[in-house]
Structures are given as C-alpha cells and as structure tokens.
C-alpha cells in the first residue's frame, strides 16, 4: 500500500528485554515523526527526522529510547531494558515536508511490556 | 509551555445533526499551527483539518470546518450533517513555532464522539 507502514502491529515483551520498532514511511516523504500514545499520557512527540539532518531528539523520554533512519527512509525505533510504563502504542508519521503538511500516520505498533 | 484543552470526553449526537467539539489552546507564541485528528477504533491517526495562526479565514475542508477565535484562543471543529463513520476519537493539536518548523505537536486529551442512528 501506499500508506505508513508499521512492524510489528503487536509486541509483548519481559521487562529488562529491548525491542525493536519498524517504519516505513511514505516514498518521499523526508519528514519522519515518532509519537506515543499512553493511557495516562496522550499523544507525545518523540522524535523528528528531516532529511540528513541531526534528528530533533527532544521529545525522548530517557537514554534507553534511541531511534534512527537509515538511507532517509526506514526508521527504527528501539527501547532498551523496556519497563512497564513503556507500555503504550507508538505511532509513527510522515509528511512530504514540513510546516503546515498534514501528517500521515501509520496503525502503530501497541507495545504491552510484562 | 504550550497547552491543549478538550473539555468533552464524550459527545453523542443524532446523525445528520451538527456537531461542535471543543479546543481552547495556550501559547505566548505568535506563529502557530492548529491541527485536527481523527482517530477511529482501527487506531490510524486520520488528518482532518489545519488553521495557520495568521489564516485571516476559518479553514474548511469538506464536511469539516475550524471555528478559528484568536482572541479567545479556541479553535473548534464543527462537523456538518454527522454520519454514522464519524464516530470516533477527535484530537486537537497545536504546532508552535514557524510554520516551516517540525510538527512537534501537542495533542489535547481528545473527545470521543458516537452518532447515533
């Protein structure tokens, strides 16, 4: 399809474990977001890449989240030594560029930690 | 710091009627965008419509339209002629900064609307 896509949809993982998150966003899309979304937090930016810039990594909530963009197109997001409260559904977006150009999300992958 | 207010957990209305859902926003900063989302059961984000902080217009897209009040700092989306697929989780969020910046967007805690038949 043409749309965001995300891998898995599902993750269940042991606490202490790390994990990896997948997307691929749409062809020529040079903006690339990462969004959780949490019962008790909402929707909230993680990390923003635009093109071969540095990525914008401020929204991370602590040193075990990394994420990186490989050739300008896939992204993977990974948390390491994963905790309970890791658990939420994170979103990835893209836009053809950036300002005012509508995000296109993908399903999310909906990370359940035990 | 910027800030999104959705008064309305949960809106229910007849379909064909019209429908407001609420959005008041914070922000000292002057360029700003606001955007509205819809999410359905399925769980994809669906863009509905944006309003730039200097657009003179409301913005309108469709059955979708942003009651865009600066002064009050509220920005509401109204849905014409409701349909059964417009129940759904609807978000407001807000870009601060210039409108070629990141969409590092805030995201109010979103209204659930149900439209009955």
């Known amino acids: 399809g043409a749309g965001v896509s995300q891998s898995p949809s599902n993750k269940v993982t042991e606490k202490g474990k790390d994990v990896e998150l997948r997307c691929d966003p749409i062809?020529?899309?040079?903006?690339l977001y990462w969004y959780r979304q949490s019962l008790g937090q909402g929707l909230e930016f993680l990390i923003y890449f635009q093109g071969n810039s540095a990525p914008d990594k401020s929204g991370l909530p602590s040193d075990r989240f990394s994420a990186e963009r490989t050739g300008g197109s896939v992204s993977t997001l990974t948390i390491q030594r994963t905790q309970q409260e890791d658990s939420a559904v994170y979103l990835c977006a893209s836009s053809f560029r950036t300002g005012e150009s509508p995000l296109h999300f993908g399903n999310g992958t909906r990370l359940t930690v035990t | 710091a910027q800030k999104i207010t959705q008064t309305q957990p949960g809106m229910f209305v007849q379909e064909k009627e019209a429908v407001t859902l609420d959005c008041t926003y914070d922000?000292?900063?002057?360029?700003?965008?606001l955007f509205w989302y819809k999410q359905p059961s399925s769980g994809e984000m669906i863009f509905l419509i944006y309003q730039g902080s200097y657009d003179e217009q409301n913005a309108t897209e469709g059955r979708y339209s942003l009651n865009f009040q600066k002064a009050r700092k509220s920005a509401n989306l109204v849905i014409s002629a409701s349909q059964l697929g417009d129940s759904a989780m609807y978000f407001c969020a807000m870009r601060e900064g210039r409108i070629q910046g990141a969409q590092k967007l805030v995201f109010g805690q979103g209204t659930r609307l149900t439209i009955n038949p």
């Open positions: 062809s020529g899309h040079t903006a």
């Open positions: 922000t000292s900063d002057q360029s700003y965008g």
